[in-house]
């Protein structure tokens, strides 16, 4: 029995071993240049499409669409959001070094990438009947940690800082009855703090699919189901 269960231990430690390294990547060899099809579940059902794409030195830019339904006085809305941003990306031991003087050289292994994204968000409303008040620009920025190994299993958790767009009621009984925009549409007055959480496994060197959740204290949470497709392997 001590002799089968010695073997069963030996085959799964070879198996795993072999998983590892599968793509023949470094573990932390995260891929910043992609696109990425989302399935998006909040409200009402929706989907985003995003492009990364890495450029030289730390940095990387993406670009996103999203749209989603919203429910206001029994009827449903499309909301579509772009955003824009500019990221730079970092390992953990590479930041620390440096970071460090130099009297003191610090060797520590690069566990994880710590990223941080800051850009341009815009929201509007599809339909006639909604009028946004001021502008519906405004400032994006996120920041996380990538862990995991780049061969199969990644995790990512991640601080989403940002205004949305909210639906109000115009209160002008004319709107009602005329063409008029009815209802209102703002900025929240604060931002929005989301936290994220996602799970990403690859495939193969070009494939990838992921699941995300993200939690927010302005609109409803949100869970995110797709498919990536790496540029370079």
């Not at 998006?40 to 990364?52: I, P, Q, R, T, Y």
């Not at 936290?195 to 949470?221: H, M, P, Q």
């Amino acid at each position: 029995m001590k002799k089968i269960i010695l073997m069963l231990l030996i085959c799964l430690n070879a198996v795993l071993l072999a998983e590892a390294n599968k793509l023949d990547r470094e573990s932390s060899d995260y891929k910043y240049t992609s696109v990425g099809i989302h399935f998006v579940e909040s409200d009402k059902s929706g989907f985003a499409v995003n492009l990364s794409i890495d450029l030289p030195g730390a940095f990387y830019v993406t670009l996103e669409r999203k749209a989603d339904g919203v429910d206001y006085k029994k009827e449903s809305y499309d909301k579509v959001i772009d955003t824009a941003r500019l990221g730079v990306h970092m390992g953990i031991g590479d930041l620390i070094s440096n970071m460090s003087s130099g009297d003191v050289n610090l060797k520590v292994k690069n566990l994880f990438d710590v990223f941080a994204e800051a850009g341009i968000k815009t929201s509007d409303f599809d339909g006639e009947r909604f009028n946004f008040e001021g502008d519906d620009s405004h400032a994006s920025f996120i920041a996380g940690i990538r862990f995991g190994n780049s061969n199969h299993w990644e995790g990512k958790v991640f601080l989403d800082t940002s205004k949305e767009a909210i639906i109000t009621d115009s209160g002008n009984p004319v709107c009602r009855a005329l063409s008029c925009p009815p209802y209102d549409a703002e900025l929240s007055d604060d931002s929005d703090k989301k936290f994220g959480i996602g799970v990403l496994y690859n495939i193969n060197k070009r494939s990838a699919i992921f699941l995300e959740a993200t939690s927010s204290k302005v609109i409803d949470n949100s869970f995110k189901l797709g498919y990536q497709l790496n540029f370079w392997e």
